[in-house]
């Protein structure tokens, strides 16, 4: 029944629908109801009341408004705790479809009202507010399951407190846009196709190792490059042009996996990914109806990658 309810209370709380952060939570937006312990609380002061009233007992029945008071003083302070509190951003880092993603919630408030004991959870994971200054910031992190790679529907998020003496839940919802999940790579998948490989294999590079080949010295370059003994030898300096070893860029295809199924070859594509940034190779990525992505390498060029297979249409829509 309590979860009924809860789902009731949900229906009816607003906007309902994904919106655009920062959000504001004003005096609208907040709910506030009784705890187990504020109805025991209810239930005591109400049976606390009527046995002043029925025995004239002027100290108890001033006893029992006070305490009356208090609860009510109670609910208006929840509803504080959390009405005038801004949600700056909600994001993660995308990972791979299985691994949790670690959602990072920023709150803040300019209103002057200090706030402790705020909760952070979608129903299932829950995670605790830092108190906050009466005008700073908060930071909360919330870890959540994946199951399948592109966007991930976060849902509404809510933010509660039952501060400060536990009689009362004040609460809030909060509807953040999707967060993106990669593809998982394939397990055990095969090393990076030698067939796709193109490109030279070293280059120039002042930081390599290995001497490419002397050349005539030209004012600017730096003196320990100067080979001494062969501009002896021909009485003009020379200078030495160093080579760093490269790998060859990789062509990472969507046609050459064309006998696996659609999601295992977004697998095998993203393991190739992360196999040739392990191994600092430049690749490129061909995709059916998108135009190709590098070569190149690096984190961005990852991301690039990893994205474009993550927002792959499903094998059903791809038909």
């Not at 229906?11 to 109805?39: S, W």
């Not at 959870?121 to 830092?130: K, L, N, Q, T, W």
Request: net charge positive; with cysteine; proline share 9%.
């Amino acid at each position: 029944m309590a979860q009924a309810l809860r789902a009731t209370l949900a229906r009816l709380a607003r906007p309902r629908a994904i919106e655009g952060l920062p959000v504001l939570l004003d005096r609208r937006r907040v709910y506030v109801l009784p705890t187990r312990f504020g109805l025991f609380y209810a239930a005591l002061v109400f049976t606390m009341t009527l046995g002043a009233l029925n025995y004239n007992n002027n100290p108890a029945l001033l006893l029992a408004l006070l305490l009356g008071a208090t609860a009510m003083a109670s609910l208006i302070f929840a509803h504080l705790q959390l009405s005038g509190l801004r949600v700056d951003a909600v994001s993660a880092d995308p990972v791979f479809a299985g691994a949790r993603l670690q959602v990072h919630v920023a709150l803040s408030a300019r209103d002057g009202r200090r706030r402790r004991g705020l909760r952070l959870d979608d129903g299932d994971a829950a995670a605790f507010v830092p108190s906050m200054s009466s005008e700073g910031t908060a930071f909360a992190e919330l870890p959540l399951p994946t199951r399948h790679r592109g966007w991930h529907d976060v849902g509404r998020l809510r933010l509660s407190t039952t501060q400060p003496l536990g009689l009362a839940r004040a609460w809030s919802w909060v509807w953040p846009s999707p967060l993106l999940v990669y593809p998982a790579p394939e397990p055990q998948g095969p090393p990076l196709p030698e067939s796709g490989r193109t490109g030279p294999r070293a280059r120039l590079d002042p930081a390599g190792d290995d001497v490419h080949h002397l050349r005539a010295y030209r004012p600017g370059d730096a003196p320990r490059t100067i080979a001494w003994k062969p501009s002896a030898r021909r009485d003009t300096l020379l200078v030495r042009e160093y080579e760093r070893p490269v790998g060859a860029e990789v062509l990472l295809a969507w046609d050459a996996l064309a006998p696996l199924p659609h999601e295992q070859r977004i697998q095998r594509l993203a393991h190739w990914v992360e196999l040739a940034e392990r191994e600092d190779r430049r690749y490129r990525l061909v995709l059916p109806g998108q135009p190709a992505i590098g070569p190149a390498h690096g984190a961005a060029h990852r991301h690039l990658c990893l994205r474009a297979l993550a927002l792959m249409p499903r094998a059903d829509h791809a038909r």
